[in-house]
């Protein structure tokens, strides 16, 4: 088994296994019904997401927000690993 990420809390290290059908964050998200169109707000750049992809990308933003970069940090690896043009477009 091929574990991506380890991530070091406190004194435990952690590993953390991403999934392409998963989101990879440690608590439940809600996982919308459908996908839709994202524009960058820095460059105008747009990219299509499925469902799973805007749901982790919207836990991505909500995350910055409110300082969690554990969490920030899993959803940028689960994008650059599933989805790297899209990664490339709105979270470079």
Known sequence: MKWLKIMEI?????????????????????IYDNGGIVKNPYSGETARLNALELSIYDTIKGC????????????????????????????D
């Open 64 to 91: 910055e927000q409110f300082e969690d970069y554990e969490n920030v940090r899993l959803g940028l690896d689960w994008f650059m690993k599933f989805n790297p043009s899209a990664y490339m477009i709105l979270l």
């Open 10 to 30: 406190g004194k435990i290290l952690m590993k953390i296994k991403l999934v392409k059908d998963k989101p990879p964050f440690k608590v439940a998200i809600q």
